[in-house]
């Protein structure tokens, strides 16, 4: 079943019908929320709810929102505001998803760890009914010191890292998770497809100076390699973090092939794209790079 980008129908009965139809082997419309949150709570809940609407009236079954969506300010305070699974951070995201009928994903906020100084950044992934269906902790932090570029972070001063790579199995296909700095280890998202992922999400704030550079290379590279859609919705613009953060945007979302299907321009927004997961069987058939792997075999190396 497909369902065009501009389709104007209720979306109740656009997501029904995805819903019921062929499940993972079906075509269903996917979107990529680009947010500019802050350090202000509720201006960013309505940012963000007001796109994720939008995204569901325009027939999205799965909508996908960036990371720290719901905060991006001084890391004191990150940690401060932290809040456990069944806070009402995740509790706001959950009654939007089971009032819109969609999966959504939260693409990252602070959930509160066991360290008081402490905090993991955990993306949410939300079922038509509100459930959570997937929790994921970003594996990968990102303390960086790029010197006369003007990018240095240290991450893991206030984030725990999470432990397990999820692929969370859903009516519509299965969705291997990841965040942000996680996209620049190829390793993690074989190790994702591995375990079924046809759908790679990866919320971001990725900075400015590096996503110039780096980020729509790398997405499509992860897409290729692992003959996967990627689903990238991004944080765009200036931050109120000390002044000190500034995040490139350019959500997208990219086929198998490799070929960038929607994107976001400047500023907030959202853009759509049909996910048909007959695309990733045709192409990984046809190009069956998964059974030509020799380096595990001839070097011993492992990824899982
Ligand atoms: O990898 C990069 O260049 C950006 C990563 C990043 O901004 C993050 O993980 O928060």
């Not at 209720?10 to 996917?30: M, Q």
Request: charged letters at 25%.
């Amino acid at each position: 079943m497909t369902f065009a980008k501009s389709n104007n129908e209720p979306i109740r009965e656009t997501v029904a019908a995805s819903l019921e139809s062929d499940g993972p082997s079906g075509s269903f419309l996917a979107a990529v929320v680009q947010l500019n949150s802050t350090s202000d709570l509720d201006a960013n809940w309505c940012q963000a709810r007001d796109l994720i609407v939008e995204a569901a009236r325009r027939g999205a079954s799965l909508v996908a929102t960036p990371e720290n969506t719901n905060f991006l300010g001084p890391h004191d305070r990150k940690v401060a505001l932290a809040e456990p699974l069944d806070g009402p951070t995740v509790a706001r995201f959950a009654d939007l998803a089971r009032s819109l009928r969609i999966y959504l994903l939260l693409g990252s906020y602070n959930e509160r760890a066991a360290t008081p100084d402490r905090c993991h950044n955990t993306s949410v992934l939300f079922d038509p009914t509100g459930a959570i269906r997937a929790v994921y902790r970003k594996l990968h932090l990102f303390d960086v010191d790029l010197g006369a570029r003007g990018v240095r972070f240290q991450e893991s001063a206030t984030v725990e890292p999470g432990t397990e790579p999820i692929v969370a199995k859903t009516a519509l296909g299965s969705l291997g998770m990841s965040i942000c700095y996680d996209l620049r280890f190829a390793e993690f998202y074989q190790v994702l497809t591995e375990r079924g992922a046809r759908i790679l999400a990866v919320p971001s704030a990725f900075t400015a100076t590096t996503g110039q550079a780096h980020w729509e290379v790398l997405i499509r590279a992860r897409a290729i390699e692992n003959q996967a859609y990627v689903i990238a919705p991004a944080q765009t613009g200036r931050h109120d973090d000390e002044g000190l953060r500034a995040s490139h945007g350019e959500s997208m979302i990219v086929d198998p092939w490799g070929v960038v299907l929607a994107r976001v321009g400047e500023g907030p927004g959202l853009a759509l794209a049909e996910i048909d997961l007959q695309r990733v069987e045709r192409i990984r058939r046809e190009m069956p790079v998964a059974h030509h792997r020799r380096c595990r075999v001839m070097f011993g190396f492992d990824s899982r």
